[in-house]
């Protein structure tokens, strides 16, 4: 059930042989209601892939579900509405039968279009039965403003009237997107976007399940789960949700940013695409990072800063290794602290600061960046004294390092220090064992010093960095 990989469908073709199967017909509210209701009580994980909402978002829409409403899920930008709504058709029976060739994918038990009810009651049992995936079950819109009532609901269909229909045979009607996924879920995603008008004809869609076209009013009992996606600031800013439509909803679920910071570094780990080693440590930093910027007063938290920033970030200081190795001919590709600053130079543009702030962008993010590396090399070193090492930058050892620097050329120039472990010691806080994993925790080690001001550090705008 948690899985769109498909099996074979049943072998069965016809009406009659499928009523000899037994089985028995339910709708999409009470597919999602069972199957929910059975995962749950095996213990089985109904939402794989999601993180950070098992105690917040999760519990309120699975209520929303039990109870058959439809949902719409409000949160900021990057919060992961899209992805939950997409895996809501895993909740779907694997397999359902259709009326073959069916317009809207009725059920052999329950034809609700003029075709298929004149189909039905001309062939009976030999009514021919085709399989349809819960994959195929799951309609999704992004919500336009040049959407229009025939792409959701419906139009006149000119090549039908041209075939000898008349304008009064209900069968000249196109249908859209929701009476198209009759019998499975249809997810518009940023409906404050979709025009007013528009979000009136999905009401009697929604309620009455009536469909009205140009003056057609056609009573078609669809068995629709409808979810949305919005922005809470769309209500005010690009548009709005109509009340009406508001009320026809019967669930609204607030979604969030990760809540702790074993939350934002799954979520990166799990959305990334890394060409290269990236460290606990780094992930960390950048974890940190895109708090710090949810929680500073110059950014601008109406927009919001995305879960895709963080993963963009980490993405972006793996690409720096890999240019690195390559360029440099290094064995392997690992990101060190040296890639964090390539961060600022691409992404500054995915955030949005608050207009007092406009011309500051740079520093402000140069400070919460420091800030962040400071904080994790506080919470992986502490309790490891690094005084030798400043001791021995004191008597004029100097460490040179930078974006084109090989690991071995930096673990080549660190200085002697006598019998002790303290390299072993700052290499095991960071589980580094191969020379790029070495020299990034070499280079945590020096920066955290340097933030904290016990030595020296001289970067040119290439990123070439001596710390002395």
């Keep these: 059930m948690t899985s769109l990989d498909r099996t074979d469908p049943p072998a069965i073709n016809t009406l009659g042989q499928l009523r000899a199967s037994g089985h028995e017909h339910r709708s999409v509210r009470q597919e999602l209601r069972a199957n929910l209701l059975a995962a749950l009580a095996s213990g089985e994980d109904p939402w794989p892939g999601i993180q950070g909402f098992d105690d917040t978002v999760l519990p309120q829409l699975e209520r929303a579900l039990l109870a058959g409403h439809d949902v719409v899920l409000l949160g900021e930008r990057g919060q992961g509405k899209t992805r939950l709504l997409r895996t809501l058709p895993l909740l779907l029976d694997e397999w359902t039968p259709v009326i073959e060739g069916a317009e809207l994918g009725e059920h052999p038990y329950d034809p609700i279009t003029t075709e298929s009810i004149r189909r039905a009651t001309e062939l009976g049992d030999d009514l021919p039965v085709a399989w349809r995936h819960r994959s195929e079950r799951y309609a999704e819109k992004l919500a336009t403003p040049d959407t229009s009532v025939a792409d959701l609901v419906g139009d006149v269909d000119p090549m039908k009237v041209a075939q000898g229909r008349s304008l009064g045979d209900p069968e000249t009607i196109h249908f859209g997107l929701i009476p198209r996924a009759h019998r499975g879920i249809v997810a518009i995603n940023e409906l404050p976007d979709l025009a007013e008008r528009i979000q009136v004809a999905m009401l009697n869609v929604m309620e009455e399940k009536d469909i009205q076209i140009r003056g057609y009013l056609l009573r078609l009992p669809l068995d629709v789960l409808v979810v949305?996606?919005?922005?809470?600031?769309?209500?005010?800013?690009?548009?709005?949700?109509?009340?009406?439509?508001?009320?026809?909803?019967?669930?609204?679920?607030?979604?969030?940013?990760?809540?702790?910071?074993?939350?934002?570094?799954?979520?990166?780990?799990?959305?990334?695409?890394?060409?290269?080693?990236?460290?606990?440590?780094?992930?960390?930093?950048?974890?940190?990072?895109?708090?710090?910027?949810?929680?500073?007063?110059?950014?601008?938290?109406?927009?919001?800063?995305?879960?895709?920033?963080?993963?963009?970030?980490?993405?972006?200081?793996?690409?720096?290794?890999?240019?690195?190795?390559?360029?440099?001919?290094?064995?392997?590709?690992?990101?060190?602290?040296?890639?964090?600053?390539?961060?600022?130079?691409?992404?500054?543009?995915?955030?949005?600061?608050?207009?007092?702030?406009?011309?500051?962008?740079?520093?402000?993010?140069?400070?919460?960046?420091?800030?962040?590396?400071?904080?994790?090399?506080?919470?992986?070193?502490?309790?490891?004294?690094?005084?030798?090492?400043?001791?021995?930058?004191?008597?004029?050892?100097?460490?040179?390092?930078?974006?084109?620097?090989?690991?071995?050329?930096?673990?080549?120039?660190?200085?002697?220090?006598?019998?002790?472990?303290?390299?072993?010691?700052?290499?095991?806080?960071?589980?580094?064992?191969?020379?790029?994993?070495?020299?990034?925790?070499?280079?945590?080690?020096?920066?955290?010093?340097?933030?904290?001001?016990?030595?020296?550090?001289?970067?040119?705008?290439?990123?070439?960095?001596?710390?002395?």
Excluded: C, M, W
């Excluded at 690992?334 to 600061?353: H, I, N, S, W, Y």
């Excluded at 620097?405 to 472990?421: C, F, N, R, Y």
């Design 228 to 468: 949305a996606s919005a922005n809470p600031e769309d209500y005010t800013n690009r548009g709005r949700i109509i009340t009406p439509l508001k009320d026809r909803f019967g669930a609204q679920v607030r979604t969030h940013y990760p809540l702790d910071l074993a939350g934002e570094v799954a979520v990166i780990e799990q959305e990334s695409n890394f060409v290269a080693e990236v460290s606990a440590s780094v992930l960390e930093v950048i974890a940190r990072f895109t708090r710090a910027l949810r929680e500073s007063s110059a950014v601008d938290q109406r927009s919001g800063v995305s879960a895709r920033f963080a993963i963009a970030a980490a993405e972006t200081v793996a690409a720096g290794a890999l240019h690195r190795a390559t360029v440099t001919g290094e064995g392997t590709a690992v990101a060190r602290v040296v890639d964090l600053p390539d961060v600022l130079d691409v992404l500054t543009g995915k955030v949005e600061f608050e207009s007092g702030h406009e011309g500051r962008e740079r520093p402000v993010l140069e400070h919460l960046l420091r800030t962040s590396i400071a904080d994790t090399v506080r919470g992986t070193l502490a309790g490891v004294d690094l005084g030798l090492l400043v001791a021995a930058i004191q008597d004029g050892a100097q460490i040179e390092t930078g974006p084109r620097t090989p690991a071995d050329e930096v673990l080549a120039q660190l200085p002697a220090i006598g019998e002790s472990d303290l390299y072993d010691q700052i290499d095991g806080r960071l589980e580094a064992t191969s020379p790029g994993e070495r020299a990034n925790a070499i280079e945590f080690a020096l920066e955290g010093l340097y933030l904290a001001r016990r030595i020296g550090k001289d970067a040119d705008e290439t990123g070439h960095t001596t710390y002395g």
